[in-house]
């Protein structure tokens, strides 16, 4: 497992051993589809193409140092299985959005993920999307529900028309022992008790429909 940067077994350890996530090492071949990373889609399809190929896959999703890009057709999360943590943590990503056009698709990270390749999947979201707003949310099973509906912060950078290549936003999770905080850029911009979300589980990416972004790091940081 080389993109992670400790070498022992990673099953629940709340502080001594956390899965990394290594941007600056490809897992597998750079510009290949990650090895050992899975996919979950919202609706699995057999038939769906997750590859390296940007013409014929349905999913684009490659390893391209530093990070990982993805290009969505299908909405779905993104994640090593190994990727799993408990007790107070971090978790921590930065996102560059390409032009989105006119759709208001969100990104952003999951945690909590538990049974995420069987029916009984659940997880909870943090995302934030081009209108510059953020959303949490739960998944379990096939449904959703809000935590906290999509609401407006400055904080959050959007793609414009002056916008050159791609917008840059930094999404932080904070676990604490008794409140979990969301920021954007620095910012805090929503906080919940720790006994309303999930947060023990496997961690790491969501992407909606039809977006092309570029994770340049993802990591995680247990805290005392």
Known sequence: ???????????????????????????????GTPETWKVRLDRPDPEAVIGADS????VFFVNMT???????????????????????????????????GERREAYGVFMGGQ??????????????????????????????????????????????PNTESSVENHLLVNVGSEMVTFSVNGTEVAS????????????GLRINHALNVHVSDLKVTAQE
């Open 1 to 31: 497992m080389k993109r992670f940067l400790l070498t022992a077994t990673v099953l629940f350890l709340p502080l001594a051993a956390i899965a990394q996530m290594d941007p600056a090492t490809p897992d597998g071949e750079n510009l």
């Open 66 to 100: 530093p990070g990982w890009h993805i290009t969505t057709g299908p909405a779905g999360i993104f994640y090593h299985p190994d990727a799993m943590v408990e007790g107070n943590y971090t978790l921590e990503a930065t996102i560059h959005l390409f032009d989105p």
């Open 55 to 58: 013409d014929s896959a349905d």
């Open 192 to 203: 919940t008790p720790r006994d309303q979300v999930m947060t023990d589980g496997i961690v």
């Open 115 to 160: 049974n995420l390749e069987g029916e009984d999947i659940s997880y909870d979201y943090f995302l934030l999307r081009n209108t510059g707003e953020t959303l949490i949310k739960r998944r379990t099973g096939a449904e959703t529900s809000v935590i906290r509906d999509w609401t407006a912060s400055e904080a959050v950078g959007t793609f414009g």
